[in-house]
């Protein structure tokens, strides 16, 4: 497939002493849905902003459908479409006057009123943005994006605040999206999210990528299929204790967090009853035990030490 957006040995150095981008790789197909995920501090943002022609990096390459910022900004100012986390819009504006305002920016915009549509947002469209819920607010700034008709959409965290079902609408929305060609790269906290609209991702950790593919090969890279959880009554599992864990039947990795002890297994129903064994002959008893599917959250904290949304 055609490479949408590709950076080589990308590194952002600050005031010359705080390396924040540390000589990172990125190569994102045409049509796909990329995820970025990383914990505060892992160089995330800096990256963002870079590919979003915000931030000039220290040294590296930026191709973005073939273009490059340095050559080609206003082209690529009308192929990007950019929802920031944060999106400051003038309060004294109407809904529809704002997504106007946007669309003056571009030669070719998309009709307001499609946009409005699209967003569910055409009840509130002579609201002031002053007056809108925050879900709302999420939506409009949206909608900003995809005024410009773009080729590329970024969108940061782009269902933080939103209720169930207007996520589910925006889910939808960037499906549809990509069915017209169009190429996404999202960061998120919502590990569920990740799972479901990415086609490939990168986990970013010190300015580095550290792992990067689809949600499944990750996962099938986490050495198994199922985690164990549990927590024996009254005690904290000690260095001992995790040891002994480990050689349980098809255990693959064990970590301990908060007195709750995760173990990676291959096959649950070979695992469980000899847990159940050591704990009995330990004289011991369990306050909990649960087991689930492996998940990008068991691969993110193994990689990284760190749950996402620990900040």
Not at 46 to 52: F, K, N, R, V
Not at 72 to 101: A, F, P
Not at 123 to 152: H, I, M
Not at 265 to 283: C, M, N, Q, S, Y
């Amino acid at each position: 497939m055609p490479i949408a957006i590709q950076c080589r040995d990308l590194r952002k150095t600050y005031e010359g002493k705080v390396e924040a981008v540390r000589g990172l790789n990125l190569e994102i197909h045409a049509g796909e849905c990329f995820g970025l995920l990383g914990p505060n501090g892992a160089g995330k943002t800096t990256t963002i902003e870079i590919l979003e022609g915000l931030l000039a990096p220290t040294s590296g390459d930026v191709s973005i459908l073939g273009c490059n910022w340095h050559d080609n900004e206003r082209e690529l100012r009308e192929w990007l479409g950019i929802s920031l986390q944060e999106t400051r819009l003038s309060e004294k504006l109407s809904v529809r006057e704002t997504i106007d305002l946007f669309a003056s920016f571009y030669r070719q915009p998309r009709p307001t009123d499609e946009v409005l549509d699209q967003l569910q947002l055409t009840e509130k469209a002579n609201s002031w943005v002053g007056k809108l819920s925050g879900g709302q607010r999420q939506r409009l700034a949206v909608a900003t994006a995809l005024v410009s008709n773009p080729k590329v959409l970024f969108l940061d965290e782009p269902t933080t605040g939103l209720d169930p079902q207007s996520r589910r609408q925006l889910w939808e929305i960037i499906g549809a999206f990509q069915q017209r060609g169009g190429t996404v790269l999202l960061t998120t906290h919502y590990m569920d999210e990740a799972e479901r609209l990415c086609d490939r991702l990168a986990i970013v950790d010190h300015g580095k990528v550290i792992a990067d593919g689809s949600p499944a090969e990750l996962i099938e890279r986490l050495g198994g299929h199922h985690v164990v959880e549990f927590a024996v009554k009254g005690n904290r599992s000690r260095a001992g204790d995790i040891q002994v864990w480990g050689t349980l039947p098809t255990v693959e990795s064990v970590r301990e967090d908060d007195g709750i002890v995760a173990l990676t297994v291959k096959e649950p129903h070979l695992t469980i009853p000899a847990l159940l064994d050591v704990i009995a002959r330990a004289h011991q008893s369990l306050e909990r035990l649960t087991t689930r599917q492996a998940s990008l959250e068991d691969v993110f904290v193994r990689l990284t030490g760190r749950h996402l949304r620990e900040q």
